[in-house]
């Protein structure tokens, strides 16, 4: 069973840094891309990152672009999320989620259930 | 990031059809595959559509998707009140490099 674990959410302050992961598992996890989708509370998804099955490719928001760096470590089956420079807007439920696909093109096929982080001072 | 347009809302009784728009444009809907996902209150998406119409393994087939020029619809007939969730669509955006989704629209059984 493919299952998709995110912790690392916290409170912190404006300015703070964080780091979110993802650890996967039920699956050949180097085969996949991934993704970092989140959620404010009370509105609806936006897509903030992926990254290629090898690490070799990534896309980010413009709303995160310059702050936050995707990355993974297919030893340990595990995505990351660095995240600079938070931002009140940007508290949310930090979702990862499994591309069907090495690059990343194709559609979410599994979801973890998500990592909360809150921006405030 | 500009998304996709749907309607905030739709609703329908129990066993009619139902359908919800995604409109997009030319970089987005206009070339790539539309999926949509579903995503009941307090839980994680859960991918419903992919590649315009296909479903994945254990979603009934009251549920289908179609595609045409830069708009795409969710449809679902014989609607039951298990269906009451909020619907996204979503695809690639060739012009943003990045993926775009709809801002979701909640669906009521009346």
């Known amino acids: 069973e493919v299952q998709l674990v995110e912790s690392g959410g916290v409170v912190v302050q404006p300015g703070g840094s964080l780091r979110l992961s993802c650890a996967g598992s039920?699956?050949?996890?180097?085969?996949?891309?991934f993704h970092w989708v989140r959620q404010a509370p009370g509105k609806g998804l936006e897509w903030i990152s992926q990254i290629s099955w090898d690490g070799g490719s990534t896309y980010y928001a413009d709303s995160v672009k310059g702050r936050f760096t995707i990355s993974r470590d297919n030893s340990k089956n595990s995505l990351y999320l660095q995240m600079n420079s938070l931002r009140p807007e940007d508290t949310a439920l930090y979702y990862c989620?499994?591309?069907?696909?090495?690059?990343?093109?194709?559609?979410?096929?599994?979801w973890g259930q998500g990592t909360l982080v809150t921006v405030s001072s | 990031q500009s998304g996709l347009t749907q309607p905030p809302s739709a609703s329908g009784t129990p066993g009619q059809r139902v359908t919800i728009s995604c409109s997009g444009g030319?970089?987005?809907?206009?070339?790539?595959?539309v999926n949509w996902y579903q995503q009941f209150p307090g839980t994680a998406p859960k991918l419903l559509i992919y590649?315009?119409?296909q479903r994945p393994l254990g979603v009934p087939d009251r549920f289908s998707g179609s595609n045409s020029g830069t708009s795409a619809s969710l449809a679902i007939r014989g609607l039951q009140s298990e269906d009451e969730a909020d619907y996204y669509c979503?695809?690639?955006?060739?012009?943003?490099?990045?993926?775009?989704f709809g801002g979701g629209t909640t669906l009521t059984v009346l």
């Open positions: 979503s695809t690639w955006d060739d012009s943003l490099n990045g993926w775009v």
């Open positions: 030319s970089s987005n809907i206009g070339t790539n595959n």
């Open positions: 989620a499994k591309d069907k696909s090495g690059d990343g093109y194709l559609y979410f096929d599994h």
């Open positions: 039920g699956f050949t996890f180097d085969d996949y891309a």
């Open positions: 590649n315009d119409n």
